[in-house]
């Protein structure tokens, strides 16, 4: 399954690296459809919140996170990507971009 997201980051400065604030992914490998899509929105504290709308139903997952490679690179302050989601379980999901793979628990 590949998602098209568009990735807010922003430089924490005290240590040095990129963490991701909010991600959206439309779809998957398909058109997007307005009956169907997943939103993931990060927050500071290291939650991932993870919303399928399908059809008017929501159904909402929350992961911890975190980044393994930490070269997220700059475009208007948007970084556009096309993932990959390698495993998805219950309590995980991994999905890898050209410069950073996202690691999400429950």
Do not use: C
């Not at 009956?35 to 709308?53: H, I, K, R």
């Not at 139903?57 to 980044?67: D, H, P």
């Not at 475009?75 to 379980?89: A, H, I, P, Q, T």
Request: aromatic share 14%.
């Amino acid at each position: 399954m590949s998602v098209f997201a568009q990735v807010d980051v922003a430089q924490n400065d005290l240590l040095g690296k990129w963490t991701a604030n909010k991600l959206v992914a439309f779809g998957s490998t398909t058109e997007m459809d307005d009956n169907y899509y997943v939103t993931y929105e990060f927050s500071n504290d290291g939650n991932l919140t993870q919303s399928e709308y399908d059809d008017g139903k929501v159904t909402t997952n929350v992961y911890k996170y975190w980044v393994k490679d930490q070269r997220l690179q700059m475009n208007n302050g948007f970084l556009d990507v096309d993932l990959e989601v390698l495993e998805k379980s219950p309590e995980s999901l991994v999905i890898k971009g050209p410069h950073a793979t996202l690691y999400f628990e429950k």
